[in-house]
């Protein structure tokens, strides 16, 4: 009798597509095609890579990727002493003769990452949790760091603050979205009466808070969307719960850390903090997801933030996440802190 094939209905091979999709570095890919096959790389585990990542490539520019990827896959299973599949040799020799190493560096080259998120079961009930109980998000990202650093990676607090909105969906649902288009918004230059046409009800913001130049600049705008008074036209409504106080962001303990992204240039692709407009009596607030990589930096937001009247608490543990990404191995939510802003 034939041997079934592994399909997606599986989870370790769900896991390995997923990460797959959304180009986590390679070792990842072998350590996920192990948990597939019990321990090994076996055929059908290299069949199910064949027919779900190798055999259709999604454009030329994953192609230095599934180089890498076969490249280790190949080394893998060779080293346990396994069949690798003709397939697979044929793919990786094309390859190596086709492929320049140049190839990524080329200006203007861009790769589209698909980001999946996986609902667990038992959320069927939350309006974010589609019949698929998959979401998936594309986004393109840039290879060339001559277009600036901050486009070449996913950075884990924007990871952390998407699984915030999906596993609290009536902090955001039935409400108004002001996003309408992205805009152009340096911190710098932005002023009140331009900060005031937005009226946003929840602000969110993923690791924002690094540059100490750029902090009086982000605090200045932060206030302004958080100043009540600039939005107390907004409408109330009975589906806003708001969320609970937490504990002082103050008092909390931050471990120290080097920040990476001190001094960085600013790239010019837009603003970072994203608006989205619901109706709250409570006034308007921000949800920041943060990195903490120089606790100086960070206090130094605290104290600029504390002198435009505005109250930062941390959240982290008072919201229940899903694990939407559990193939991500290379996202560590722990490192991760929820804040949530307010104008007093
Ligand atoms: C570390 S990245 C985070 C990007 C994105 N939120 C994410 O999580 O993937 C910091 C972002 O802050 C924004 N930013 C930094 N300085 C800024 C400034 N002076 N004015 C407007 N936005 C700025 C930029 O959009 C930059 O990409």
Request: charged share 20%.
């Amino acid at each position: 009798m034939a041997e079934r094939g592994l399909d997606l209905s599986f989870p370790p091979c769900l896991h390995l597509f997923s990460a797959f999709l959304a180009m986590e570095p390679t070792h990842i890919l072998i350590s996920l095609a192990r948990d597939c096959g019990g321990g090994s790389v076996t055929e059908r585990v290299q069949s199910f890579i064949w027919n779900h990542c190798i055999s259709n490539p999604d454009g030329k520019s994953r192609m230095p990727y599934l180089k890498s990827f076969l490249k280790k896959l190949i080394v893998e299973v060779e080293s346990q002493g396994l069949e690798v599949l003709d397939e697979l040799y044929e793919r990786f020799a094309f390859y190596m003769t086709s492929l320049k190493d140049d190839y990524s560096a080329k200006a203007n080259t861009r790769i589209v990452k698909c980001i999946s998120f996986l609902f667990p079961d038992g959320c069927s009930d939350l309006p974010s949790c589609p019949k698929t109980r998959k979401l998936v998000v594309p986004l393109q990202c840039s290879l060339n760091m001559l277009e600036g650093d901050t486009g070449c990676s996913i950075w884990p607090s924007s990871l952390f603050l998407s699984e915030f909105i999906l596993s609290h969906p009536e902090l955001f649902s039935n409400k108004s979205c002001f996003e309408v288009k992205c805009i152009h918004l340096p911190w710098e230059s932005a002023v009140g009466s331009e900060l005031r046409d937005f009226l946003p009800d929840i602000i969110l913001g993923a690791d924002v808070m690094y540059d100490p130049l750029c902090l009086p600049h982000l605090v200045r705008v932060l206030a302004s969307l958080l100043d009540s008074e600039n939005s107390d036209t907004h409408l109330c409504s009975e589906h806003c719960n708001g969320i609970q106080p937490g504990s002082k962001a103050r008092n909390a303990d931050y471990s120290r850390g080097s920040d990476t992204c001190q001094g960085e240039a600013v790239p010019d692709d837009g603003p970072n903090t994203e608006y989205a407009c619901c109706a709250s009596k409570e006034g308007p607030k921000a949800f920041i997801a943060s990195v903490i990589r120089n606790i100086d930096t960070f206090n130094r937001f605290l104290e600029l933030a504390d002198e435009a009247n505005l109250s930062v608490e941390d959240v982290t543990e008072k919201f229940m996440l899903f694990d939407l990404l559990p193939y991500m191995q290379s996202y560590n939510r722990l490192s991760i802190r929820l804040f949530t802003l307010t104008h007093l």
